[in-house]
Nanobody
Framework: QVQLVESGGGLVQAGDSLKLSCAVS????????MGWFRQAPGKEREFVAS????????VYSDSVKGRFTISRDNAQNTVSLRMNSLKPDDTAVYYC?????????????????WGQGTQVTVSS
């Protein structure tokens, strides 16, 4: 059974940095494209960033490009999201997702496995 567990969320001030991690168990990590999505209160869940199976390709939403960095450690079965220069608009529940694929996937519906989410709150 594949499980994704996010950690690292919290309450920070605007301009601060935060690093989210997602631990994957169940044997699928090495063959999976990984992604981060977020859902703010009253809004649809949206794509944030994704990374290809081997980590050579990354894609970011325009709203986080240049501030967030996605990375993966295939030896530790983890994917991380480093978030710098945080803004109040970044406040959301952040979800980790996985799908058996080679390339970086941006489409929410393509992802097969999801974590429970971790709350990130950025105060102004």
């Amino acid at each position: 059974q594949v499980q994704l567990v996010e950690s690292g969320g919290g309450l920070v001030q605007a301009g601060d940095s935060l690093k989210l991690s997602c631990a994957v168990s169940g044997g699928t990590f090495s063959v999976s494209s990984m992604g981060w999505f977020r859902q703010a209160p009253g809004k649809e869940r949206e794509f944030v960033a994704s990374i290809s199976r081997r980590g050579g390709s990354t894609v970011y939403s325009d709203s986080v490009k240049g501030r967030f960095t996605i990375s993966r450690d295939n030896a530790q079965n983890t994917v991380s999201l480093r978030m710098n220069s945080l803004k109040p608009d970044d406040t959301a529940v952040y979800y980790c997702a996985a799908v058996e694929a080679l390339t970086a996937i941006t489409t929410e519906g393509a992802y097969r496995y999801w974590g429970q989410g971790t709350q990130v709150t950025v105060s102004s």
